[in-house]
């Protein structure tokens, strides 16, 4: 009953931006914490960047400075603006978000499908 979908993957040469967003949609009452993880070929999810609902953010040290997140909280957003992208940046990029479910109160972590992101060299 509730979905995230992101957009705005691709290819992109190094040194350049892009940004991804996700939607959350369904029985939603509130979101706490959303974020965006990352898994690269033959490696681990990891995770980038994560934003609470307060604002407050955390970092993976190999993308501080050069990406940002955001949420809408009334969208029920979240974005991540990447500059200054790498090779080493290519991965599927995950979004992620601790919903309360509006027709049970639970808080469940729910994963969207994903997004690529190449950066070629």
């Known amino acids: 009953q509730v979905q995230l979908v992101e957009s705005g993957g691709g290819l992109v040469q190094a040194g350049g931006s892009l940004r991804l967003s996700c939607a959350a949609s369904g029985s939603i009452f509130s979101i706490n914490a959303m974020g965006w993880y990352r898994q690269a070929p033959g490696k681990q999810r990891e995770l980038v960047a994560v934003?609470?609902?307060?604002?407050?953010?955390n970092y993976a040290d190999s993308v501080k400075g050069r990406f940002t997140i955001s949420r809408d909280n009334d969208k029920n957003t979240v974005s991540l603006q990447m500059n200054s992208l790498k090779p080493e940046d290519t991965a599927v990029y995950y979004c992620n978000a601790d919903v309360i479910r509006s027709f049970d109160g639970y808080v469940i972590n729910y994963w969207g499908k994903g997004t690529l992101v190449t950066v070629s060299s």
């Open positions: 934003i609470r609902s307060g604002g407050s953010t």
